[in-house]
């Protein structure tokens, strides 16, 4: 079925520290992969996202990596800052051309940075 | 360019009766898609509309339906409301079929009592 599983559900990091999510995907003829951020009553906010020719992805603190052999994906955040705390998304594309219009997300990360 | 908007912002309806939502996607953005945001099952897929017409569709029951302007502003509506249905609703906006980024409007928080 088409399935995302994101982990951890809740993140607390210390400011300046590292912080990973990781997310699995089932459906192999996904190829592109969106992570959003959602801070509490706002929209998502897309922050990176990576497609299924490259490996990793830079911008800034952010990064993402992905293995499609293991349908594996994670968000790496280095240096947090308090201004990073908020409900972290990620999402895959479902199916191949015909269905470029949906994808499938985990339940999300609640990240919070300690000052 | 200006994001994309959703009206309205905010909806109390009650049991029984019908909603409709509407969306307005980036200037020049063909695809808008819609999903559901509760707590319990965080955001899911309802479905898309590319060029007027409903190009995927999630799991979700017949009462969810939507249509698509020729300038690309979207709607959906919600036939007999159920407690269940209260949510944030969000449409998503994306350029074109080739191009997946997808940009959030502000949703809509329907609320059923």
């Known amino acids: 079925g088409e399935n995302v599983e994101q982990h951890p559900s809740t993140l607390s990091v210390q400011e300046g520290d590292s912080a990973v999510i990781k997310c699995t995907y089932s459906d192999s003829a996904s190829n592109y992969f969106p992570w959003y951020k959602q801070e509490l009553g706002k929209r998502p906010q897309l922050i990176i996202d990576?497609?299924?020719?490259?490996g990793e992805k830079k911008d800034q603190r952010i990064a993402v990596t992905l293995n499609k052999t293991a349908k594996h994906f994670s968000l790496h955040i280095t240096e947090t800052q308090p201004e990073d705390s908020a409900v972290y998304f990620c999402?895959?594309?479902?199916?191949?051309?015909?269905?470029?219009?949906?994808?499938?997300f985990g339940q999300g990360t609640t990240l919070q940075v300690k000052p | 360019k200006a994001g994309v908007t959703q009206t309205p912002r905010y909806l109390i309806k009650t049991r029984g009766q019908q909603v409709t939502l509407s969306c307005s996607p980036i200037?020049?953005?063909?695809?808008v898609s819609w999903y559901q945001q509760t707590p319990g099952q965080g955001l899911q897929f309802l479905f898309e509309?590319?060029?007027?017409?409903?190009?995927n569709k999630g799991n979700f029951p017949g009462r969810f339906s939507g249509r698509q302007f020729s300038n690309s502003r979207s709607e959906m509506n919600v036939s007999t409301l159920e407690l269940g249905d209260s949510a944030l609703y969000l449409c998503?906006?994306?350029?074109?079929?080739?191009?997946?980024?997808?940009?959030f409007g502000p949703g809509t928080r329907l609320t059923v009592t």
């Open positions: 999402a895959a594309s479902m199916g191949g051309s015909s269905n470029t219009g949906k994808l499938i």
């Open positions: 509309y590319f060029s007027e017409t409903q190009r």
């Open positions: 200037s020049g953005h063909r695809s």
């Open positions: 990576i497609r299924s020719n490259v």
């Open positions: 998503a906006s994306s350029l074109s079929g080739v191009s997946y980024e997808q940009y």
